[in-house]
């Protein structure tokens, strides 16, 4: 497995939770890393990144102030801490990793996705 996210599960709105993303064995060394997600019937949409270095954070739109990714790079993972979460943000959460500086532009492994529910 090169990508592990961990740290789903069922929370209620306004819950906070953090995904946990182990990286190994990718066979080459990304440029960034994030997180995408993808709710039931929709599209796969991005959520957050940054280099590997855990510089220059982006985020979506929606979701800034609310999400924060970061990185322990002493064990090669990545996080994403989520608070005051709403039932919209319920969806499957996957970890990514590209050799581009851009992580919308493709993304060249996947993790496996870790389902996160939030109820009303």
């Known amino acids: 497995v090169q990508l592990q996210a961990s740290g789903g599960g069922v929370v209620q709105a306004g819950d906070s939770l953090r995904l946990s993303c182990t990286a190994s064995?990718?066979?080459?060394?990304?440029?960034?890393m994030g997180w995408f997600r993808q709710a039931p019937g929709k599209e796969r949409e991005f959520v957050a990144a940054f280099n590997w270095k855990g510089e220059n954070p982006n985020y979506a739109d929606s979701l800034k102030g609310r999400f924060t990714i970061s990185r322990d790079g002493t064990k090669n993972m990545i996080y994403l801490q989520m608070n005051s979460l709403k039932p919209e943000d319920t969806a499957l959460y996957y970890c990514?990793?590209?050799?581009?500086?851009?992580?919308?532009?493709?993304?060249?492994?996947w993790g496996q996705g870790t389902q996160v529910t939030v109820s009303s």
């Open positions: 990514a990793a590209t050799l581009l500086a851009n992580i919308r532009s493709r993304v060249h492994a």
């Open positions: 064995g990718l066979g080459f060394s990304p440029y960034a």
